[in-house]
């Protein structure tokens, strides 16, 4: 069975869709023996990322086993994790 999701780094707190996924649908990624199952809370665009767990406003988006933004509002777990609730750290040329 082909998986809907891929999670890269047992550090990441997203993993990426491999299609799109519906609101509603239990999607289990694995790695290094590791597996987790999430119920997705809304839908997810093919090549998106969606929330493994609750993550915080203000704190890092795991992904590649480094933070590669923060969250710009609460994020659940299932939620789809994208521009309009990250935000990228890096390259932005204010800090």
């Known amino acids: 069975m082909k998986p809907k999701a891929i999670l890269i780094d047992t550090k990441d707190n997203v993993a ?6 519906k609101a509603g649908d239990k999607v289990t990624v694995s790695l290094a023996g590791k597996d987790i199952t999430t119920t997705l809370v809304m839908d997810i665009p093919f090549g998106h ?3 493994l767990a609750d993550i915080a406003a203000h704190k890092p988006v795991v992904k590649y086993g ?13 939620q789809h ?9 890096k390259g932005r040329g204010d800090k």
């Open 81 to 89: 994790v994208h521009i309009h609730n990250m935000e990228s750290q």
């Open 16 to 21: 990426t869709a491999f299609q799109e996924l």
């Open 49 to 51: 990322k969606f929330a």
């Open 66 to 78: 480094e933070a590669i933004g923060l969250a710009t509002a609460a994020i659940k777990a299932g």
